[in-house]
């Protein structure tokens, strides 16, 4: 009842409600994105959600696209300004994804969206992660987010898709927001962001 009714309905009513109340703060990161990225505002990538259907995620764009002499891209902490590093830390480059959540593509609470590439390297415990529509926040995103192991995060998240409930995403957005404040674990250790995955851990 609370998974097939409540949950996408609530997703959608407080998705259209925080659009709303946080304008003010959209349109500025918005103006200030506009000039620190040469009008590249939006991150948009292709990401798998329930079932695995893509579906296109948008995000503040907090990395340039400066490149090298071959054409290649820059690593990851090379391209990271100070803006993009301040929208990381505080989560506000996530927020266009209320957008996502207020179209049906994802949930406040759920597996995060990853890599489509990453597809074919799971294993079917790890598939489990897209029997529910991916999140904004969710178990693993409190319980280490980028600094964990990728073994760690997928059984965070199978294991919350075996136990969620309309309590268990309330304390998931509580303790969401105090690791927002903190801001931990926004990065794995030595790295400008996460690394990548490149097989079954399971």
Do not use: C
Request: glycine share 6%; aromatic share 12%.
């Amino acid at each position: 009842m609370y998974t097939k009714f409540i949950k996408p309905a609530a997703d959608r009513f407080f998705a259209l409600f925080l659009l709303v109340g946080i304008s003010p703060l959209l349109l500025g990161v918005i103006v200030i994105l506009g000039f620190s990225n040469k009008g590249n505002i939006f991150f948009k990538q292709k990401r798998p959600g329930k079932y695995e259907k893509i579906f296109i995620v948008l995000k503040f764009k907090t990395m340039n696209d400066k490149k090298d002499n071959k054409g290649n891209l820059l690593a990851d902490k090379e391209r990271l300004h100070k803006i993009g590093l301040l929208l990381r830390k505080t989560s506000l480059d996530e927020i266009p994804q209320l957008f996502n959540v207020l179209k049906g593509d994802m949930s406040f609470v759920g597996p995060r969206p990853l890599l489509v590439e990453y597809l074919p390297f799971y294993t079917e415990k790890q598939r489990l992660r897209h029997s529910i529509k991916p999140g904004i926040t969710g178990w693993a995103q409190i319980n280490g987010r980028n600094a964990i192991s990728w073994e760690d995060k997928f059984n965070h998240d199978i294991w919350y898709v075996k136990h969620k409930s309309f309590v268990l995403d309330i304390k998931i957005l509580f303790l969401t927001f105090f690791r927002i404040v903190q801001a931990k674990d926004v990065n794995k250790k030595n790295t400008a962001t996460t690394t990548k995955f490149k097989g079954n851990t399971l």
